[in-house]
């Protein structure tokens, strides 16, 4: 189990490492948080394939220790 936050980002075209075993690997990892982030059309390589979209993950949540950008998020005031 990690004790720290954990985000992942998966071209969904990764022919390197498969996108349904980063996914598997993510739903078995045990973390105190952890973010899972599909980038659509993207390879191996995210943060250049998609620079604005990593970018804004970058800032909006790795940077704020949040995972409201990630797959499955709920909205920002979701539930409130």
Do not use: M, W
């Amino acid at each position: 189990s990690l004790e720290l936050p954990v985000y992942f980002f998966a071209g969904e075209n990764d022919l390197t490492c498969c996108y349904a075993v980063q996914r598997d690997y993510f739903d078995r990892l045990s973390a105190s948080e952890k973010g899972f982030y599909t980038f659509a059309g993207c390879a191996h390589s995210p943060l250049f394939e998609s620079p604005a979209q990593a970018l804004r993950i970058l800032r909006e949540d790795v940077l704020t220790g949040r995972f409201s950008l990630a797959d499955g998020a709920e909205p920002e005031g979701a539930g409130a």
